[in-house]
């Protein structure tokens, strides 16, 4: 079954608190409430946001109050009856809305969701402890696509979130198996379309969105620079743009991983906002999947580093992605057709209606 | 001579200030001067070092010293952060920062601790 769907995505700081409960847990029982189909809180590693408030856990003070990001994906109408109760709710940060394809439970029927996209990203959304045929789900997909040849794929392992409409919360006494984690994928739509039948006849209750990327870097190769796009639509829409740059904790530039180089960076310009997140596992091109094992010192595990900006000023960003991404990392762009910051005590920028803007 | 269930209750307060103090000291020196080495520790630790050396070089009485040095100081200064960011930096293959960050905390710190007796010895 193939629909069109919202995907909502906030990002603020974990501590931030809604009167005495902290806005995380608020903002997943109000996807709760609404049955929204499909829900993930990730945690994340570093970055910042309009303030330009660095947070990162490459310290301890500095790792008391991270970035997380939520994303809820559900039809159109359900998402237009929580954007507006997440309009009134939300203290800080910022939340954007992207149009997908969702594909559920019958992965069959999919190659229409990929007309006229050259390249797609493919999320998969999983139990933690999901299996087939005993081998855990994220390494099985992660090698049947590493086979069909995308471009890469990286597992991010959620702490909250909502699976077919029912609350699923991390904790600390439980295995946590039903536990939402994500597989991003990146690569040609004719692979992607051609490997989905196959992907999912291994999942429990396929649940995939399938959004339209350009692929900008691959492995230092400048293939694309990201789509030059107008900051309003015909009506007068804000338009925004996004780049996602998936690298590994071993990937490093001046002796700096890629990733705390990004964010450092780019908090000196006049970014709006930053936010990585470190993986459990992944691959990209042909290089062997790669994760954490328990004897090692250094790290191997896949992060994605998240930039959203106008389209103005994501050129200046993507100079200095492209510089620090010379030899390493996979990097993608995509249009994103509404945002809205909330800052306390001021007015919030942007809006949730959808920009239109073909290209 | 002052009744020891006081002290206890001092140490205690004066402990729980010199955590706060690290929190803050160490947060707003790691967002002014964001940099690949854990400055916000290494700047908790020497200043942290200094405070004690001029405590002890200074004479103060056992009970200041005892609230001061051992409640304030020992709660603000932090070996175990110290060497968890050390790991951070291992574990992101940045060994020279790592190195740098033991070697340095070490020597600028015995040179800290040194300059705080000298001056609490004039004071």
Same mark, same amino acid.
């Given at each position: 079954?193939?629909?069109?769907?919202?995907?909502?995505?906030?990002?603020?700081?974990?501590?931030?608190?809604?009167?005495?409960?902290?806005?995380?847990?608020?903002?997943?029982?109000?996807?709760?409430?609404?049955?929204?189909?499909?829900?993930?809180?990730?945690?994340?590693?570093?970055?910042?946001?309009?303030?330009?408030?660095?947070?990162?856990?490459?310290?301890?003070?500095?790792?008391?109050?991270?970035?997380?990001?939520?994303?809820?994906?559900?039809?159109?109408?359900?998402?237009?009856?929580?954007?507006?109760?997440?309009?009134?709710?939300?203290?800080?940060?910022?939340?954007?809305?992207?149009?997908?394809?969702?594909?559920?439970?019958?992965?069959?029927?999919?190659?229409?969701?990929?007309?006229?996209?050259?390249?797609?990203?493919?999320?998969?959304?999983?139990?933690?402890?999901?299996?087939?045929?005993?081998?855990?789900?994220?390494?099985?997909?992660?090698?049947?696509?590493?086979?069909?040849?995308?471009?890469?794929?990286?597992?991010?392992?959620?702490?909250?979130?909502?699976?077919?409409?029912?609350?699923?919360?991390?904790?600390?006494?439980?295995?946590?198996?039903?536990?939402?984690?994500?597989?991003?994928?990146?690569?040609?739509?004719?692979?992607?379309?051609?490997?989905?039948?196959?992907?999912?006849?291994?999942?429990?209750?396929?649940?995939?969105?399938?959004?339209?990327?350009?692929?900008?870097?691959?492995?230092?190769?400048?293939?694309?620079?990201?789509?030059?796009?107008?900051?309003?639509?015909?009506?007068?829409?804000?338009?925004?743009?996004?780049?996602?740059?998936?690298?590994?904790?071993?990937?490093?530039?001046?002796?700096?991983?890629?990733?705390?180089?990004?964010?450092?960076?780019?908090?000196?310009?006049?970014?709006?906002?930053?936010?990585?997140?470190?993986?459990?596992?992944?691959?990209?091109?042909?290089?062997?999947?790669?994760?954490?094992?328990?004897?090692?010192?250094?790290?191997?595990?896949?992060?994605?580093?998240?930039?959203?900006?106008?389209?103005?000023?994501?050129?200046?960003?993507?100079?200095?992605?492209?510089?620090?991404?010379?030899?390493?990392?996979?990097?993608?762009?995509?249009?994103?057709?509404?945002?809205?910051?909330?800052?306390?005590?001021?007015?919030?920028?942007?809006?949730?209606?959808?920009?239109?803007?073909?290209? | 001579?002052?009744?020891?269930?006081?002290?206890?209750?001092?140490?205690?307060?004066?402990?729980?200030?010199?955590?706060?103090?690290?929190?803050?000291?160490?947060?707003?020196?790691?967002?002014?001067?964001?940099?690949?080495?854990? !400055?916000?520790?290494?700047?908790? /630790?020497?200043?942290?070092?200094?405070? =004690? %050396?001029?405590?002890? *070089? #200074? +004479?103060?009485?056992?009970?200041?010293?005892?609230?001061?040095?051992?409640?304030?100081?020992?709660?603000?200064?932090?070996?175990?952060?110290?060497?968890?960011?050390?790991?951070?930096?291992?574990?992101?293959?940045? !060994?020279?920062?790592?190195?740098? /960050?033991?070697?340095?905390?070490?020597? =600028? %710190?015995?040179?800290? *601790? #040194? +300059?705080?007796?000298?001056?609490?010895?004039?004071?």
């Amino acid at each position: 079954m193939i629909d069109d769907c919202l995907k909502v995505t906030s990002y603020f700081g974990e501590r931030l608190r809604l009167g005495r409960r902290f806005y995380s847990d608020v903002l997943l029982d109000t996807f709760e409430e609404h049955d929204v189909s499909t829900s993930i809180l990730l945690r994340a590693t570093g970055g910042f946001g309009l303030r330009h408030r660095l947070r990162t856990d490459q310290t301890l003070t500095m790792s008391e109050d991270p970035s997380v990001m939520a994303i809820a994906v559900d039809t159109p109408a359900r998402m237009n009856l929580v954007l507006p109760r997440l309009a009134e709710l939300q203290p800080r940060g910022m939340v954007t809305v992207e149009r997908a394809r969702v594909i559920r439970d019958d992965v069959t029927a999919s190659p229409a969701a990929y007309e006229h996209h050259v390249e797609t990203q493919l999320t998969i959304y999983v139990g933690r402890g999901e299996r087939t045929s005993r081998v855990p789900i994220h390494l099985a997909l992660c090698d049947r696509l590493q086979q069909a040849g995308v471009s890469g794929a990286s597992v991010l392992v959620g702490v909250d979130g909502t699976d077919h409409g029912e609350r699923q919360r991390a904790r600390f006494w439980d295995r946590n198996l039903d536990v939402p984690s994500m597989v991003l994928a990146v690569g040609p739509s004719d692979r992607m379309a051609g490997v989905l039948p196959e992907l999912g006849s291994m999942l429990r209750r396929p649940m995939v969105t399938v959004e339209r990327v350009r692929v900008c870097k691959r492995d230092g190769d400048l293939l694309a620079i990201p789509d030059r796009l107008p900051d309003v639509d015909d009506e007068g829409l804000g338009l925004w743009q996004k780049l996602m740059i998936y690298t590994s904790e071993s990937h490093l530039h001046d002796g700096e991983p890629v990733h705390r180089a990004l964010a450092r960076r780019l908090r000196e310009t006049s970014a709006a906002g930053v936010t990585a997140l470190r993986g459990v596992w992944g691959f990209h091109g042909d290089h062997p999947a790669h994760g954490d094992r328990l004897t090692q010192v250094g790290r191997r595990v896949p992060v994605v580093t998240i930039v959203v900006d106008s389209p103005s000023r994501i050129a200046a960003s993507f100079e200095v992605i492209d510089e620090l991404t010379s030899e390493h990392g996979l990097v993608t762009s995509e249009m994103v057709p509404a945002m809205q910051y909330f800052q306390a005590g001021e007015t919030s920028r942007g809006g949730f209606r959808l920009a239109h803007h073909r290209f | 001579m002052v009744s020891s269930a006081f002290l206890w209750v001092a140490l205690a307060l004066g402990a729980g200030c010199g955590s706060v103090m690290r929190f803050l000291l160490d947060g707003a020196v790691s967002r002014a001067l964001p940099s690949a080495l854990p !400055v916000g520790t290494m700047a908790v /630790n020497l200043t942290g070092c200094l405070a =004690l %050396g001029i405590i002890d *070089g #200074a +004479a103060v009485p056992r009970d200041v010293a005892f609230v001061f040095g051992t409640g304030v100081i020992g709660a603000y200064t932090t070996f175990s952060t110290w060497m968890f960011e050390t790991q951070r930096l291992a574990e992101e293959r940045q !060994v020279a920062r790592a190195s740098q /960050n033991v070697l340095l905390s070490i020597l =600028l %710190g015995v040179a800290v *601790g #040194a +300059a705080g007796l000298w001056i609490g010895g004039r004071l």
